[in-house]
């Protein structure tokens, strides 16, 4: 949700089709282009375009020249055959904020989820399904929340304002992180590095709740029974700036943090090496 931006239900709209703008389809394979195509030049917009026409003349024939260049690609055809992404990006809806481009990585690569900021709510069946699916059937070794500066609906839960169902329902679980982490934030002074400070808070927050996951757990478990070096899936807290262009790690101990919690959030019972143990960790909910 772009920074300042306001939910607004259209007359005769009903509320469950309004809350599809929450959650975006799940891409099996996404059609972005790799790094080096973000700043292609667009096609000028038609007079028909501009005089309120479709502009999906215009979309399709950037999507022919795209396909053109990105087809003498050696190999890539081929590899599309298959659906092996190697990350699960769970990322927010911004349009600033494309996984692929930013990851430098092809078709093919990234298996992708984006909602409003890039929450990771237990009762978000796509969500849930999509997680599922990456673990349990593609089997991605490495799961991915991004969150944003400039983040409008991290903006939005900062403020005492109704922005009405079904988003405002949607806000409240951001608004559940600020009062988790509400005297770090009152603690600090700048407004706008409060608001930073936020996404990163609600970014580490969910990847948390990725942790808690019964499909993460499994696949965690399963992984401790193979000849993995390390419980996987691994889930990484990335934050990007879009002014900025780059991706920032998050330098959170998540090790520690989970510990804290495994017997709170842990699944399953003891396994093979004491709890899921395998080359340095003694968890199956944890970093």
């Known amino acids: 949700l772009p920074r300042g931006a306001r939910f607004r239900r259209m007359p005769g709209t009903s509320f469950a089709l309004a809350a599809m703008a929450l959650t975006c389809h799940s891409c099996l394979a996404m059609v972005q282009g790799p790094a ?157 590095q409060r608001y930073r400070r936020l996404v990163e808070l609600n970014t580490v927050e969910q990847t948390l709740n990725v942790y808690k996951t019964g499909a993460v757990q499994g696949a965690r478990v399963a992984a401790t029974k193979g000849s993995a070096a390390h419980a996987g899936p691994r889930v990484h807290a990335l934050v990007y700036d879009p002014l900025a262009l780059e991706l920032k790690p998050l330098d959170v101990d998540f090790s520690a943090v989970t510990a804290e919690y495994d017997d709170v959030y842990r699944l399953y019972g003891d396994v093979a090496g004491g709890r899921g143990a395998r080359k340095g960790s003694d968890r199956v909910f944890g970093a």
Request: glycine share 8%; hydrophobic share 40%; aromatic share 4%.
């Open 36 to 192: 080096r195509h973000i700043d292609r030049p667009r096609m000028p917009a038609t007079v028909s375009e501009e005089e309120g026409g479709s502009p999906l003349p215009r979309l399709l024939a950037q999507n022919r020249a795209w396909a053109k260049e990105l087809g003498q690609t050696p190999g890539l055809l081929e590899k599309l055959r298959q659906h092996k992404p190697k990350y699960l990006w769970i990322g927010c809806s911004d349009a600033r904020v494309p996984a692929n481009q930013l990851l430098g990585e092809g078709p093919g690569e990234v298996f992708v989820h984006r909602n409003i900021a890039n929450m990771v709510v237990s009762t978000d069946a796509n969500l849930m399904a999509v997680i599922q699916y990456a673990v349990g059937a593609l089997e991605i070794p490495d799961i991915i929340v991004c969150g944003h500066y400039e983040c409008g609906g991290v903006k939005a839960a900062m403020e005492a304002v109704d922005h009405s169902p079904p988003l405002e329902n949607w806000l409240r679980n951001i608004r559940d992180v600020v009062r988790l982490h509400r005297a770090e934030l009152k603690g600090i002074g700048d407004a706008e």
